[in-house]
């Protein structure tokens, strides 16, 4: 617990410092200080028209450079980026099974980009990424590395129609994100964000938006351009999101997923499945609220595969209170594997957030649920800090333990591993926007495991981040 009471006092101490102005909302997990300017999808920045009242910065010449113009529109680019380094440490990554009994590192990321906008209708986007890691990890990771790679290159293209607003067709390689990322996401905490490789097709009608997608997922691979599109998945689906009253949002969605190479029940094979789900959130006066639910059917080898996932969060913020304290309660349920049933019962989340559960990226939402209470106050508009207890257990007890992958932790699913409860994770975050550009931020976890972890000779976690991130 020493870790946690060094963060919890960090946190207390930077609130001490900052003061009771300001407000700011941060729904997920851990929390998001927004700035106007640089989005999470830096493809969606729009510097088209600038600000006028914005206070002058040493990047503006960059964001917007006029280069002709046309009766098609105007013709500019912008430029733009992010570095970013990360110091972790563990004790007993991977729940010390098959592991180190410590490791601690630095994460290095370089973003570089260009936004060509030929005009109204055509437009062209490329990223270029450097990713390293200093000092050992002790453990498998595909995320650290990768040196020198493009991780986001697509062309748009839009044709006018007299219906008004025109649909995008985007070909090449782009990073998706989804609702609140619990099936699609770019994977934020990790050094190397997700991508894939395809097509999309995007339209707004009203207050209504839609996409159609069909992609790969990019393999990252340790060498300078050598990124490619995995060979052995595939993504095809349709994520709509309409109105649902005056204070609500819905999202409708379904998903085709192919995995050629899945692992299920020892066994390898093909896994083909179909996602439907549904998302309600929003916001009124102090409460907000995000609720979802996915049903998954299809087949595995010769197995029928039937898992379902429920989720949600409900918040309340106090804003007549200083530090505009918010209480919120969070929940999720994936469901896991009768290994006595004849069909397969292991929900799989394909490419969610990492981190999923507060910051520490040891599990994805397969085989478990939890309940997590939280407190979210902010002593300013630029520092938001949570606290968190999460509790956790097996949905299924024949079924195991999943990290990064839906890879299975070692021993988590042997009959002689009969606990439900996982463990308690007591987590603290503080994160500091200091100006439009660099935000800083402390993070520390500790997760005391129950018997489904110690039946398979894991135990406690202890997690430590501190970072620095710059976007230009």
Not at 100 to 109: C, G, N
Not at 347 to 354: C, G, K, S
Not at 440 to 454: N, S
């Amino acid at each position: 617990m020493r870790l946690f009471r060094k963060l919890s006092g960090l946190a207390l101490a930077v609130a001490s410092m900052a003061g009771v102005a300001g407000v700011s909302c941060a729904w997920a997990a851990s929390p998001e200080v927004p700035d106007p300017n640089y989005k999470n999808l830096r493809y969606t920045d729009d510097f088209s028209h600038p600000d006028p009242n914005k206070a002058p910065d040493i990047w503006d010449k960059f964001k917007y450079v006029p280069l002709a113009s046309s009766m098609f529109g105007k013709t500019y680019i912008s430029f733009g980026g992010e570095l970013r380094e990360r110091f972790e440490s563990y004790i007993n990554p991977n729940f010390g099974i098959k592991a180190p009994t410590d490791s601690a590192y630095l994460l290095h990321r370089l973003q570089l980009h260009a936004d060509l906008h030929l005009n109204d209708y055509v437009r062209a986007f490329v990223q270029f990424e450097d990713m390293d890691r200093l000092g050992k990890r002790g453990v498998t990771s595909t995320t650290d590395i990768d040196r020198g790679d493009i991780s986001q290159g697509f062309v748009d293209l839009r044709l006018p129609t007299p219906l008004g607003n025109a649909p995008t067709f985007r070909v090449g390689r782009e990073e998706l994100l989804f609702g609140f990322q619990r099936l699609i996401a770019v994977r934020e905490g990790p050094n190397t964000r997700r991508s894939f490789d395809g097509y999309r097709i995007s339209d707004k009608w009203g207050d209504a938006t839609i996409d159609y997608f069909a992609v790969r997922p990019v393999n990252n691979l340790v060498g300078a351009f050598d990124d490619n599109a995995s060979k052995s998945q595939k993504l095809t689906g349709v994520y709509i999101t309409v109105p649902a009253g005056p204070v609500m949002k819905a999202d409708l969605y379904h998903m085709d997923y192919q995995n050629d190479t899945a692992k299920f029940r020892g066994l390898s094979g093909q896994e083909l499945r179909e996602t439907f789900g549904a998302r309600l959130f929003g916001k009124y006066e102090g409460f907000d609220w995000n609720l979802e639910g996915a049903k998954q059917t299809g087949t595995f080898r010769s197995s029928d595969i039937k898992a379902h996932m429920l989720a949600g969060i409900v918040g309340y913020r106090f804003n007549a209170l200083p530090w505009t304290p918010r209480v919120a309660l969070e929940a999720n349920y994936a469901s896991g594997d009768d290994s006595h049933a004849t069909s397969i019962g292991t929900f799989n989340a394909m490419y969610p957030r990492l981190p999923y559960f507060a910051e520490l990226s040891l599990l994805v939402p397969t085989n478990v649920k939890d309940v997590r209470p939280v407190l979210e106050f902010n002593p300013r508009n630029d520092v938001a800090v949570v606290l968190g207890y999460d509790m956790m257990w097996r949905a299924s007890t024949t079924d195991g333990l999943y990290g990064s992958g839906l890879i299975q932790y070692t021993g988590t699913a042997s009959p002689k591993v009969t606990g439900a409860y996982i463990g308690t994770e007591i987590s603290a975050d503080v994160r500091w926007q200091v100006d439009q550009h660099l935000q800083l931020g402390a993070i520390a976890t500790e997760i005391r495991v129950g018997p489904a972890a110690t039946q398979a000779l894991g135990k406690d976690v202890s997690f430590f981040v501190g970072y620095a991130k710059y976007k230009f």
